[in-house]
């Protein structure tokens, strides 16, 4: 069995405990991005996800800041097809890889808003920033794997002698992790992606998808390769009242017109409208303490794990039963947040799943 590992996730947009007072109740500052990466690597999570979209700061500057500013945390940071060019971004993953001693992993994004890409100059539709992306890892892995300079004619790029130094040092080189919905997005992930994170969803319907996912790496040569994980909020109190109370909360006087601007940002993304239909269909709990009620206010991961300790890590132990390996996780506030799963939730899983969790540092 793959050991298990845990993510948190850095707000750069903000912080909040209410969604009607507005994301960034908690302002984007150093203090408080110390605050959350020191209190996610005392509570032994092992890579950080930094979000891209226009509200957030750049994923880039903050991910190398931050990295000189923490000890042991891996940065996630993401890849976009059409933002930087894949020599130069090689060489960023690498030079990055080399400095914080093999601190970095790639987070592939491609089925993001069509309104941010626009707003952005992106021209490439859906389809194409697939296609873009595939080819742009590709390029990518053969600059870190291949002894001679790489000449490459595709269909959006052409190399002459290419090269990247320095070299990876993470072999072969840093892990790829990708979240998406789409047959796209699971073609991609079949192919290059050592981690395929879901967003929540019932296990029963994850254990499907996954299947499916391994069946077409196989056809690849990857069945082995490629590995499961969740993209899950967290809420946990002392007691599953504290807790509901909490999540309710978050989304508490949040206005149908919000709403619709979340669903209109997102209409092009599979895996938000999955989590938006789960909303629609239950009305908020998808599962046993499994509650797709912040839909209503953000977009991304809208799917919370709400209770106590033992509720908590009995939902992340189903996934855990089917197969899934990395939890990329977040909560309300991040630090406090990352602090109660530590605390609470952490030390259940660890004597569950023994030999499995790294040591605490």
């Known amino acids: 069995m793959r050991p298990l590992e845990f993510g948190w996730y850095l707000p750069t947009n903000g912080d909040t405990t209410s969604y009607a007072e507005g994301p960034n109740v908690v302002p984007s500052s150093t203090a408080m991005f110390d605050r959350v990466v020191s209190a996610a690597e005392a509570a032994g999570f092992e890579y950080l996800l930094v979000p891209v979209a226009i509200p957030c700061w750049e994923a880039w500057v903050t991910t190398a800041f931050m990295a000189g500013r923490s000890s042991s945390i891996r940065m996630l940071v993401a890849a976009r097809p059409g933002y930087i060019n894949p020599v130069m971004l090689a060489k960023m993953v690498t030079t990055f890889d080399q400095l914080t001693g093999g601190r970095i992993a790639v987070n592939l994004i491609a089925g993001q808003s069509e309104a941010e890409n626009a707003a952005d100059g992106i021209r490439y539709g859906k389809e194409d920033r697939y296609a873009l992306m595939a080819e742009e890892v590709a390029i990518m892995k053969a600059l870190w794997t291949g002894e001679a300079p790489l000449d490459w004619e595709g269909r959006f790029h052409t190399l002459r002698g290419a090269r990247v130094i ?45 299947a499916e996912i391994r069946g077409m790496a196989e056809g690849q040569g990857r069945g082995e390769a490629i590995g499961f994980g969740m993209r899950l909020q967290i809420i946990c109190r002392e007691t599953e009242e504290e807790a509901w109370a909490a999540a309710h909360e978050l989304v508490r006087d949040v206005g149908e017109e919000r709403s619709a601007a979340v669903r209109a940002n997102i209409a092009n993304s599979v895996a938000n409208q999955r989590v938006q239909a789960l909303l629609a269909e239950t009305g908020g709990l998808i599962a046993p303490n499994l509650w797709a009620g912040l839909a209503k206010a953000r977009q991304g991961a809208g799917v919370a794990v709400v209770g106590n300790p033992q509720q908590c890590a009995d939902v992340l132990q189903r996934f855990i039963a089917i197969g899934c390996h990395s939890f990329c996780l977040s909560g309300y506030l991040h630090d406090e947040e990352a602090e109660r799963f530590g605390r609470w939730v952490r030390p259940i899983l660890a004597e569950r799943n023994p030999g499995r969790l790294a040591p605490l540092i």
């Open 166 to 210: 320095p070299r990876p040092l993470q072999q072969p080189h840093p892990r790829f992790y990708l979240g998406g919905g789409s047959r796209q997005a699971w073609e991609i992930s079949a192919a290059h992606a050592d981690v395929h994170l879901f967003w929540g969803d019932r296990p029963e319907t994850i254990a499907e998808q996954m």
